[in-house]
């Protein structure tokens, strides 16, 4: 894992593996990647489905989940079948840290709201009606956790009240500005001094660069340059020229030298000095 392509050819080759086993008389077959959820009228026809997945390549052991009280879990949700129904219920791993961006980090207060939205959402979306509060009870628990102390209780809905502001669409006309988070109070100086010029717009956060995005590199088919006679990848190194937000030196033929910045890939500003 770990490349954009590997979810691809996963869901291909797990397509492989579960082919034989389709002539079993199953009720229900889903799967998601290499999760697989099976429904049949009896224990011998599970084991053989089982047996059969498990014999198409060395390589590849799947493992059986066995409920839990009464309860199968399958990726974020637990099922239950009792009375001739099925009921669900939201479902964490053990394994699972429930980390989430922190209340007390500096981070956008829209973004902690939809953090909070989304939580709550996720665990009403997967649940039936008779564990919704079940689900809700165990979302709260994890906003807690992360240091969402009273916004869980006010100024929050569950359900279809919290998309009210989301679906309002913007003007077309204002313009959008987009500023580097700072802090709320830099955010709102900015927008009450365009309110004080007269200048209708909206102004939106950007995420800063987190440590995660300067430790992690995967995307390595990015640093291919596909310029051609690309005039800043021979100075600085394969891919450079598609970096933004640089600081960059141009020393010129005549002794001076100019110092400059942009946010636009770094080779279109570069050109623009030929």
């Not at 007390?104 to 909070?116: E, L, W």
């Not at 598609?242 to 002794?255: D, E, F, N, P």
């Amino acid at each position: 894992m770990g490349s954009r392509l590997a979810p691809v050819l996963a869901v291909i080759y797990m397509d492989t593996i579960e082919t034989p086993s389709n002539v079993y008389p199953t009720l229900l077959y889903r799967r998601y990647i290499d999760d697989i959820f099976v429904i049949a009228e009896s224990k011998t026809t599970l084991d053989d489905v089982f047996l059969s997945l498990n014999s198409q390549a060395d390589t590849i052991r799947l493992t059986r989940e066995t409920p839990t009280e009464g309860w199968l879990p399958f990726l974020n949700c637990e099922i239950r079948h009792k009375n001739d129904a099925f009921s669900t219920r939201w479902y964490r791993k053990p394994s699972n840290k429930n980390i989430l961006i922190r209340f007390d980090s500096c981070q956008p207060k829209q973004h902690k709201i939809n953090t909070i939205r989304t939580t709550q959402r996720t665990a009403v979306a997967n649940s039936t009606f008779d564990n919704i509060k079940y689900s809700k009870d165990l979302a709260e628990n994890i906003l807690r956790k992360n240091g969402y102390l009273t916004t869980v209780k006010k100024g929050v809905h569950y359900g279809k009240k919290a998309n009210t502001r989301m679906n309002k669409q913007p003007h077309a006309n204002v313009p959008i500005i987009p500023i580097p988070y700072v802090s709320e109070q830099i955010t709102n100086l900015v927008r009450s001094s365009l309110k004080k010029v007269g200048l209708e717009a909206r102004v939106i956060e950007l995420k800063g660069i987190s440590l995660r995005n300067t430790l992690i590199k995967n995307r390595i088919f990015d640093k291919r340059c596909v310029r051609r006679q690309c005039r800043v990848c021979p100075q600085i190194g394969e891919g450079a020229c598609a970096r933004r937000g640089v600081i960059y030196q141009i020393a010129c033929s005549c002794g001076e030298i100019y110092i400059g910045e942009s946010g636009r890939p770094l080779a279109e500003r570069y050109n623009e000095h030929s």
